[in-house]
């Protein structure tokens, strides 16, 4: 049976029109107005509500070992968040400590995913060491259709590559076609000034922005751009939260380096104040690269109204306020990452479009097409067209209502926008022609999402 999106206004990164969509067989058949469809039909009326193409959150953690203990969240709930917020589609960092192995790794982190997804995935697959077993793992993996790394510049004696690793690593993925995205900080100095930070007792969470400072990140950004111009790889800049990395990583673009730039939804509505809070609320707020003081965050919308920043994710990462304790001691031993799977459509929706001036073709621009074009999926996914895959979100902007932990979806104990108003959220969200999610609740088919095979960009 058919099913019929009805009159509804179709919003893509190009175009603004009044119309219905059909659906048959997951995919989208015709695009029209008053299209006449056959018998036995089903209808969704979309007057006066958005329709815009799935989104697609671009860096997610869902199954992650991390700082002695493993991220809050599974695959079924995950998703099920992400699709009542209007994402269809996410992709997962698949990340090895340097002490595992790639391949088992991979299969881990596909395991965890199939079966248990209710919207469509992939995975960016981690690389934490070089060694001479890498390129024929890595070369596997790239055929089974998963066309990204992630590097860590950070994070030393974990997830971190040194230089030459990196050297390695990307002259591989420009060997295979396949673009590596990178967590830009300087993992020495970062250590030093962790260490330094200790010994003088400033031990509270409101240190951990000053022992990640802005040009720690801006050199990072650097050395990473300078990596992927000197190797002719293709790189994407993850979580970028600072005018400096920003700056950092336009004057490469600028002489021509192929890079890529993503900022994450934390960075674009909370600063550094958040996580200065006392106890557990400062604890809530830790990411990194931090939260930053607040003159950065008009720069970074700035720079995703004018398209310098190509993609808006979540970098999801929830941990509950019992891990967070962990660092109760020392700022160094709270887990990083704050989840945000489920509202970013909502928050960027609110903030930049309705209020913060920012044009709803770059909202989908940058919340679904950027990705799946930088990453291998379009035009199957992130636009509307005869031929894509029928992922919508039916948009109510009528809807007002404010983010809390006591209403969300995820499985995590705090939500680390409590209280942000939200003006609009999906009213119906299909994945390839099922409805999935209405009204703030999943309706759909838990374990129904399908692992996305990527071609490379050769
Ligand atoms: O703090 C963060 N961002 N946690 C998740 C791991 C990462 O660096 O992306
Ligand atoms: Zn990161
Ligand atoms: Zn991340």
Redesign the pocket.
Known sequence: MGLLIKNGEIVTAESRVRGDIFIENETISAIGTGLAVPPGTEVIEATGKLVFPGFIDP?V?IY?P?MGTFAKDNHAAASAAALIGGTTTFIE?ACPSRKEDTLETYHTWKQKAEGNSACDYAFHMGVSRFDDKTEAQLTEVVKDGTTSFKI?L??KNFFGLDDEEMFHTLKLAAKLGVITTA?CENAELVSQLQQQLLAEGKTGSEWHEPSRPEAIEAEGTTRFATFVEQTGATGYV??LSCAPALRAAMEAKMRGVNLHIESVLPHFLLDKSYAERAGVEGMKH???PPLRDKRNLPVLWNALKSGLIETVGT?H?PFDTEQKLMGAKAFTQIP???PGIEDRVNLMYTYGVKRGGLSIHRFVEALSTNAAKLFGLYPRKGTIAVGADADLVIYDTEYRGKISAATHHGINNYNGFEGFAIEGRPSVVTVRGKVQARDGAFVGQAGRGRMLRREPRL
Do not use: A, K, Q, T
Request: hydrophobic share 40%.
């Open positions: 860096h953690h992650l991390f960092m860590f950070s994070y967590h993850v979580h830790i990411m990194s970098d990462c990083n990452g704050i």
